[in-house]
C-alpha cells in the first residue's frame, strides 16, 4: 500500500508549493488596453518633462507625453481651463496624474474590464499615498472648476469640454472638501486615498526620482501577490477534492 501512496503525496505536495509560491504576473509590468497606451511597456528616451521618471519603462510614446502637458490636449480634447486659468501649482498635479494615467505599467492590480467607446480597460481604487493626495489637494483648493467629477457630464458641443449649464465655477475646495473628495471622486474612484505613506510600499507614487528606482514596482507585487492569495483558495479546493477522493479510493482498493 505505501508503494501506491507516494506517487499521490508527491504529487499533492508539488502542487501545494507551486499553488504557494506562484504570482499572479498577468497583472506585473502591463499596459491598459486604452486610446493611446502601447501594447506593450518598454524604453522611451524622449519623454517630455512630468512623464520622464518612466522613460527606462513606460506604457505611453514620447508624443503622448508631449501632449499631457498641453493646455488643451489633442489626446482627449480636455482642457484645464473650463473656469478660466488653472494655477501652475495645480495643474502640474494634474500633468502628473496623466503621465501615471498613460505610462505606469505597475497598476495591473487595478485594471478592470470597462465597456467604452474609447477603452476597454481603465484602473480602479488604486492606493494613492496619502502625501501625494494631500498637496494635490492644498496646491488646487484655490483654483476653479465648476464639477466634482470629471469623467462626464460636461458639454462637448464646442469640441472640448466646457462647464454645463446650471453649473457654477467655484474654488476647487467648494467641490472638494477634503483631500478623499478630490483623489477620490475626480475620475470616478479611480484613485482610494491610502493610510500609507510614500516608501511604505503600500500605496502608488504620482512622484518619484527614477534615479532611486520605481517604487510602485514593488507596490504592484505586493497587491499582485495579495490578489493571489485571495483567489487560491478557490482555485486549490477542487484540486484538493479531487486528489482526497483519490486517495480515499486508493485507500480501499
Sequence with gaps: MPW??????LFLGWMISVCSARTRTDLLNVCMDA???KAEPGPEDKLHNQCTPWEKNACCSARVSQELHKDTSSLYNFTWDHCGKMEPACQRHFIQDNCLYE????????IQEVNQKWRKERFLNVPLCKEDCQSWW???RTSYTCKSNWHRGWDWTSG???CPNGTTCRTFETYFPTPAALC????????????YSRGSGRCIQMWFDPALGNPNEEVARFYALALTAE???????????????MLSLWLHD
Excluded: M, V
Excluded at 4 to 9: V, Y
Excluded at 103 to 110: D, E, T, Y
Excluded at 184 to 195: A, Q, T
Design 103 to 110: 505610462c505606469s505599467p505597475n497598476l495591473g492590480p487595478w
Design 138 to 140: 492644498e496646491d488646487c
Design 160 to 162: 472640448s469640454n466646457k
Design 184 to 195: 477620490e471622486g475626480l475620475w470616478s474612484h479611480s484613485y482610494k486615498l491610502s493610510n
Design 231 to 245: 483567489a487560491r483558495p478557490q482555485g486549490i479546493r477542487p484540486l484538493l477534492l479531487c486528489l482526497a477522493l
Design 4 to 9: 501506491k501512496l507516494t506517487p499521490l503525496l
Design 35 to 37: 486610446k493611446h497606451h
